[in-house]
Nanobody, 117 residues
């Protein structure tokens, strides 16, 4: 099974910043679109941001202009830089990897992000 190692979650005050990282193997990372989803209590999981193997990105409207997703090819890692955080950003954030030509998503175990004063 694909291993996705997530880090960077935690507690932050409104207006603060956090950086989430997700690392996987080179063999998976090099052929996979990568992304971050989130799920708040009582709500459906939603796409936050994604990035293709060629660097094309897309974002949920709710995070556009505040979050940035990027790939670090040397570290086989996808990074989500989150700024100007709001309480409504509170959720469990899940990394995912989708190999090209496959409809199968590989998921991390999730990391908690809590935005609260």
């Amino acid at each position: 099974q694909v291993q996705l190692v997530e880090s960077g979650g935690g507690l932050v005050q409104p207006g603060g910043s956090l950086q989430l990282s997700c690392a996987t193997s080179r063999s998976i990372f090099s052929v996979s679109n990568m992304g971050w989803d989130r799920q708040a209590p009582g709500k459906q999981r939603e796409l936050v941001a994604s990035i293709t193997t060629t660097g094309r990105t897309n974002y949920a409207d709710s995070v556009k202009g505040r979050f940035t997703i990027s790939r670090d090819n040397a570290k086989n890692t996808v990074v989500l830089q989150m700024s100007s955080l709001k309480p409504e950003d509170t959720a469990v954030y899940y990394c995912n990897a989708q190999p090209l030509g496959s409809g199968y998503n590989n998921w991390g175990q999730g990391t908690q992000v809590t935005v609260s004063s």
